[in-house]
């Protein structure tokens, strides 16, 4: 029952197939999975469902598997970083289904924490609630949004122990654990693979029930998106 | 004349009240943080899980596991907490916020806001605008008063696809300040040298005029 | 915007009211906020409504606001443990509302987080989901469950700094941080005050938004229910 | 003859495998723990917000801040992590836990489940043990096959009010086993000195025979 795995391609190895569905956690090119990333592509599965926030920018994180077309259709709250995706949308080649941010978090919670569905008033009265089911509580009309589980969840945490317990780091931590909860199989990449008892209980993020296996990633880039600084005052 | 983008950014923080939990979005009502009034303590919340956003780091405090909902580096402070996406919206949904301030491409007379989609235009997506004008106390929206050309922003009702409907609490331009908390918008401020004439005629909504209307030299 | 108050009654003043709805976290006798009940009982305050997974045990936890006939109605998934809340029960002086415990801390959470309502399997098919509406998702029947919110939310934490964030400890954290969320005003009690930056940001249980006031408790009974210990074995 | 109450326990231990999360009920699926085979890990799960328990502490190591879901004093683990309830029965509910053993008042052929509440007489509650049934992957019911008063126990229908509808998945009572894969109980083993017919004589549901009938002298 060991959960440290070699490398991405040995975790990887007997969960995909094609048309599968994959959440990746991460919130533009913070805590996402890099090294899974990676390993998806060469694995060459093709004509999956990704479930993200984001899609990477044209380079790098998710956006690899748009420029390989691996990608069929996509689950996202914010797209606008990268521009492939606008190109194969537009073109027909990618299916897209926008959900609110907060509504995309709490339907994979809910998916991973047998919550089949439920009601939330963010989308009412846009197109976003167009077809779904309505229902009033206390006077003001809400939404039904269906829980989410993917075949394999992909998330990037800061440590794990040999349990895969996770611990992730400042907001780096976004939607990475609730995306843990919600693969059939959830794969983790840490920076660091700490000791068993090495963790206080207490502040572990991620209880390792949740993790099937894990790697250490190696070569981290962590890009910045948008280097924003002040200056020294002398 | 009218208000400069700092101006604007100037006026929303008078909406800030001591012990506030606050969003703000990304452009102008991001400047809102460096106009925080004295005595009046705020906590900025990210919508990307976290409490307690401190400001810019210095180049050599930059961290890419520390970003903001706008994907700037950030810094944090003492009192500053982590959590997941799911908790950060059900901070959001449930009501825990106390103001959101963000930007729009167009608001309607009955407070409807448009701000994340131009069909076959502009596919950005939402990020967590619909969560945030859903869920937050209040919703205070800053945009031009007018497109770059010259069309009406504040109309009768809004053609681009809705983030929230009826949502508007208060609403910022470079002309006027209007609050929305009746059937038709209260026009209650105007910019310095802008005349009401000036609105009528940049304005496609239905309005009301307050009997106290302010006109400003400059937000103080 | 000070948060820590002198003492319990300091922090309760007024947010009291008689028909009130209150709920109290805590496991058993674990994790109960017991400075805030005795403060409660002292206070007079009637005819409230109390969320809590248990009711204390006859002289200690919330029983002790059974005794005084304080609470007309109660929402919980087990109170074997009092022989006063059976009585009250049985001769109509007391309402009682039983939730399966997991719908219980679910409907506490969907309260705080703006979620009307959910669909669970919880029930399905017992006296729990009479009268409620029923759902097909994939074949399979859930029950709809609604959030719940408090009038007055009052938690036990461990350590709280200055803006109300707080940490809990082990088993007692339990109910503690979903009530805190669902509570239109939150107190918490804790057994030791930390300075602003004492606790790692990344482990915060309960940030302080959720809490409007906190005290330090004094004179901590904890008691154990079930004491089970093992032998040394030379 | 029949098995003993560590005899059932011990027999229940053997549906564990190796790298389950397993949650135990109060009472004798408690005792399952003293019996997990050889070669086999398992982590416990306690529903009051912990993965990893521990045994019961010594004397010296009594922490009230540390209890099970039974209200037991015990301890922790290097592998052990807490959460909230909310947390804990995510977990439950999501189906994260493979297997649960609890006790019964009475089971029905068709799987249904009782035992939280005899009407009039017993109002403790139900505690976890609806989410525990509905969510958990496996459940397995440990009861005596009948009641003190020697009336089945195992019935055609329940008259105490459900824990679970059809949740059963496997019954150990101290005379037998049954699997409830199909339409109807299998009855797979007997306790040592236990007969069919006793097994007819003492049974109200209707129930199959597994042409591979184990007659046990002992559970191993």
Redesign the interface.
């Known amino acids: ?1 060991k959960k440290l795995k070699k490398n991405a391609a040995n975790a990887l190895e007997g969960v995909l197939f094609d048309g599968m569905t994959i959440m990746a956690g991460g ?5 996402i999975p890099e090294n899974l990333i990676v390993a998806l592509r060469d694995s060459g599965v093709k004509d999956i469902t990704v479930i993200s ?1 984001n899609c990477g920018i044209d380079d790098f994180g998710l956006g690899i598997l748009l420029q390989t077309r691996q990608i069929k259709k996509m689950l ?6 990268n521009k492939t995706f ?1 190109k194969q ?2 073109s027909g080649e990618l299916e ?1 289904e ?1 959900n ?7 339907r ?21 609630a167009e077809g779904k089911e309505h ?1 009033e ?2 006077g ?1 009309t ?1 939404v039904m949004e ?1 829980g989410l589980v993917a075949d394999l969840s992909l998330v990037k945490a ?1 440590k794990a ?3 895969g ?1 996770l ?12 995306m843990a ?1 919600a693969g059939k199989v959830t794969i983790a990449e840490v920076e660091e693979h700490v000791s ?2 090495d ?7 991620t ?4 993790v099937s296996s894990f790697i250490v990633g190696t070569d981290y880039k ?11 005052v002398a | 004349m009218s208000w400069s983008r700092e101006e604007i950014a100037q006026r929303a923080a008078q909406e800030l009240k001591d012990g506030f939990y606050v969003n703000l979005g990304i452009g102008i009502p991001t400047l809102v943080a460096n106009y925080i009034p004295e005595n009046v303590q705020v906590t900025l919340e ?5 409490l307690g956003m401190g ?5 050599d ?14 810094t ?1 402070l003492p009192q500053s907490s ?5 908790d ?3 901070m ?2 449930g009501g825990h916020i106390n103001l959101a301030i963000l930007g729009a491409m167009q608001v309607a007379q009955n407070g ?1 806001l448009a701000n994340w989609m131009i069909p076959g235009k502009m ?9 945030l004008v ?2 937050v106390n209040k919703v205070v929206v800053i945009m031009d008063h007018v497109a770059k050309d010259g069309t009406p922003k504040l109309l009768k009702a809004c053609d681009l ?6 949502v508007t609490d208060l609403l910022i331009t470079n002309l006027a300040v209007f609050d929305f908390q009746n059937e038709l918008p209260l026009l209650t401020e105007l910019a310095p040298g802008v005349d009401l004439e000036e609105i009528k005629e940049k304005t496609e909504a239905e309005f009301t005029v307050c009997p106290k209307l302010k006109r400003h030299l400059h937000v103080q």
Chains 1, 3 share one sequence.
């Open positions: 029952m919130f533009g090119l913070c805590g926030n996202s709250s914010y797209v606008g970083e606008e949308y537009m897209l926008f609110p941010q907060g509504t995309l978090a709490e994979c919670r809910a998916g991973g924490a047998g919550i089949a569905a439920f009601y939330t008033k963010t989308g009412v009265g846009t197109i976003i229902k509580f206390n003001e809400y269906t800061w122990d040999d349990e317990n611990v992730y780091r400042k907001t780096a931590r976004n939607f990475n654990p609730v909860t068993l008892g963790f206080d209980p207490d502040h572990i993020h209880p390792g029930i949740y962590k890009p910045v998106e948008i280097l924003t600084t002040r200056e020294y | 990210s919508e990307n899980g976290m400001p810019f780091p210095y180049p405090q930059v961290d890419p596991d520390l970003i903001n909902a706008g994907k700037q580096t950030i944090e982590y959590f997941s996406s799911a950060s919206f059900a959001i949904r409807d596919i950005k997506g939402m990020g967590g605008a619909m969560d859903a869920g696809p809705l983030t929230g409907s009826g």
